[in-house]
């Protein structure tokens, strides 16, 4: 059964710090790759970060610096910690597991419900 689900976002004032978590079933864990999308209202949903099975990384630029991405096998947990937070990163973030080739997304992708994170100014 696929199954993610998401924990840890909320309000917060610009400059401060999230955790948010991700906990999977242990099959879509093993997805190639896991990561974090975010969209805000007007705007496409966009890649934020994602971690590949071996442990590599991929952030959009907008996070470079800020974000971290890492996941605990272990756990079947992926985790993002947005620090110095900002008002621009207010968005519904979704995570996402891919199972294809590449960093995705793609067609055959599994997503959890979303959790709002609102950056203050």
């Known amino acids: 059964q696929v199954q993610l689900v998401e924990s840890g976002g909320g309000l917060v004032q610009a400059g401060g710090s999230l955790r948010l978590s991700c906990a999977a079933s242990?099959?879509?864990?093993?997805?190639?790759?896991m990561g974090w999308y975010r969209q805000a209202p007007g705007n496409q949903r966009e890649l934020v970060a994602g971690?590949?099975?071996?442990?590599?990384?991929n952030y959009a630029d907008s996070v470079k610096g800020r974000f971290t991405i890492s996941r605990d096998n272990a756990k079947n947990t992926v985790y993002l910690q947005m620090n110095n937070l900002k008002p621009e990163d207010t968005a519904v973030y979704y995570c996402?597991?891919?199972?294809?080739?590449?960093w995705g997304p793609g067609a055959y992708d599994y997503w959890g419900q979303g959790t709002q994170v609102t950056v203050s100014s």
């Open positions: 242990r099959s879509t864990f093993n997805s190639n790759v």
């Open positions: 996402n597991a891919h199972p294809g080739v590449g």
């Open positions: 971690i590949s099975r071996g442990g590599n990384t």
